[in-house]
């Protein structure tokens, strides 16, 4: 029988965790917990994952801001591949566009609590909740990416060479939001 490959699905829901980990015990690390993923292919697979006793609400808090950082990113990521580097996706745009806009509207949730990061390690800043600057940076990010949206939207052609340079300058100031807070208020 052929094996398929396997792929990882993040437990999501932190009572499903509990209730498995109940079922289960611990394995691995003592900052560590291996996690079964019993599956239709024949085998069983281990997820390992951190201990959930070793891990605060203020580093959940932290990972689940960076994160949605990457997943946004990688939204970034992929109008770049279309709009650049003539990745043949382009009706996919506005679909992208639209998670992008999304996570914008997201920010502020990302830094509803003080949470900067460990002295020496990369992460927010404490600036970011001292500096009022700090929310007209997040309302400039949201607009810019409001304005890749609205160009997408408006568009007659996807494939056009006329829109995609346009949309491109959209997401040219996109990244300059990203940048200029980043600079601002993050430490790398």
């Keep these: ?17 509990v209730l498995l980990l109940a079922a289960t015990g611990t394995a691995g690390a003592e900052d560590e917990i291996s996690v079964p993923m019993p599956g239709p292919w024949g085998e069983d697979y281990a997820e390992t994952l951190d201990d959930p006793a070793g891990v605060d609400a203020t580093e959940a808090f ?3 801001r960076q994160q949605s950082m990457q997943g946004t990113s990688a939204t970034y990521r992929s109008i770049e591949q279309i709009l650049r580097y003539d ?3 382009a ?7 639209d ?10 949730t990302w830094f509803a609590r003080e949470t ?25 990010y ?8 609205r160009k997408v939207e408006a568009a007659d052609d996807l494939e056009d060479e006329d829109f995609q340079l346009r949309a491109t300058e959209a997401l040219n100031g996109v990244r ?8 601002n208020f993050r430490r790398r």
């Design 1 to 17: 029988m052929k094996r398929m490959p396997s792929t990882r699905r993040p437990l999501t829901a932190g009572l499903s965790l």
């Design 142 to 149: 949201r607009e810019a990416t409001t304005e890749l949206q």
């Design 91 to 97: 009706e996919r745009l506005p679909e992208l566009a």
């Design 62 to 64: 932290q990972r689940f």
């Design 176 to 183: 300059h939001q990203c940048l200029a807070c980043h600079d």
């Design 99 to 108: 998670e992008l806009a999304r996570g914008a509207a997201d920010i502020d």
């Design 116 to 140: 900067p990061a460990r002295d020496g390690q990369p992460g927010a800043l404490p600036a970011a909740w001292e500096d009022p600057a700090f929310a007209e940076y997040k309302a400039a």
């Design 87 to 89: 990745a043949p996706f």
